[in-house]
């Protein structure tokens, strides 16, 4: 590819990152306007309702304003499913990444829109309504809170260090949920500080702004991890799997660390 489309293909990337920032931040506008009380349910049917009026909230005004931006790009319907995509673009939204959060009138939870370019993410943009920041990342380009270089944390040493993970869905496989809570375990040992909660999302901004040093997480689904992945790369982070080898959307685990404690990391998860 010559030097001049390069350019040109960054210039337009880095235009979309901005009118996604954009989109993002109005969807989470239209959620906060949602947020206080806390959503009373007595059964599964009543949750899913909830949640589904939450996630159509954002989606109307995020569907046509990122369709719009990319006409071509496919979009992901299910912000559950996971492994990989077909060729091509794709929008992969989480219309209210921790929306039981929401729900239970807890701070955790936010917008998040990434664009995928044949499994690999381009730019993000990942918007925290109740603070207003706005984290965004593309490749090359490094990552930004609201305009400010991220850094992740330069701890060389893993029992010096929070680390974090999320739990498993309640459907998830028995296997699974049983890794997840020996991994817990081991790095309770291992790590300084161990956080478990969700969403996934935020701990990985934590990375890439330096305030936790690493995170991990069994299967999982794509939109839980793509902009974090982004975020943490664009800011000096290393991405893997448990095991360390290099992740994709396929991958099983995943691990994001400073590049200090990451080796820590796979270790005390490969036991």
Request: no cysteine.
């Amino acid at each position: 590819m010559s030097e001049a489309l390069q350019t040109t293909d960054a210039a337009s990337d880095a235009d979309v990152l901005g009118q996604t920032a954009i989109a993002v931040r109005e969807a989470g506008s239209a959620l906060r306007e949602r947020f206080g009380e806390v959503v009373r349910y007595q059964t599964r049917e009543e949750l899913m309702r909830a949640l589904a009026a939450n996630d159509d909230t954002a989606l109307d005004i995020l569907r046509p304003r990122l369709t719009s931006l990319r006409p071509d790009a496919d979009w992901v319907e299910d912000e559950l499913d996971g492994g990989a995509l077909p060729p091509g673009e794709w929008w992969v939204v989480d219309p209210a990444e921790g929306n039981v959060n929401h729900l239970h009138a807890l701070p955790e939870w936010a917008v998040t829109a990434t664009l995928v370019r044949d499994n690999q993410p381009v730019l993000t943009a990942v918007h925290l309504p109740l603070t207003g920041e706005t984290y965004t990342a593309l490749t090359g380009a490094g990552a930004h809170l609201d305009g400010r270089p991220l850094h992740v944390s330069p701890t060389a040493d893993l029992g010096l260090s929070i680390v974090a993970t999320s739990q498993a869905r309640p459907d998830e496989d028995q296997k699974v949920v049983r890794r997840v809570g020996s991994s817990i375990t081991a790095m309770l040992f291992d790590a300084l500080v161990v956080r478990a909660a969700v969403p996934a999302t935020l701990h990985l901004l934590n990375v890439a702004a330096g305030r936790i040093d690493a995170f991990w997480q069994f299967a999982g689904a794509r939109a839980d991890l793509l902009a974090g992945a982004l975020l943490v790369t664009e800011a000096g982070g290393q991405i893997s799997d448990a095991q360390g080898r290099p992740w994709t959307p396929q991958s099983e685990s995943f691990l994001a660390a400073a590049p200090g404690v990451h080796a820590e990391a796979v270790a005390t998860l490969s036991r």
